[in-house]
């Protein structure tokens, strides 16, 4: 089981994330735009753009991110943490 999170961002450059995000963190060679980090025995991040705010979240939330931000986000990370041993 996955522990996640969503990190919504203002920026709308997502050329920049993917350099901030493949510089951190180790790319999965098998799946396009998403990286592990750190990659350890126990626990690991998988990290990878969020692109389903809008089909995924309950009207309210939308409301509530878009106030928080000031209108839609630019660019989302979904961040899981889970045991090595799930993947």
Known sequence: ?????????RTQD????DKVVDHMASPIEYEKQTWRYPYREDYTLTIY????????????????????LQGM???????????????
């Open 1 to 9: 089981m996955a522990e996640s999170i969503i990190v919504h961002l």
């Open 14 to 17: 997502r050329q920049f994330v």
């Open 49 to 68: 753009f969020y692109d389903d705010m809008l089909t995924e979240y309950e009207p309210e939330n939308i409301t509530n991110v878009t106030e928080a």
């Open 73 to 87: 986000p630019g660019v989302s990370l979904a961040i899981e943490m889970r045991k090595i041993s799930e993947l």
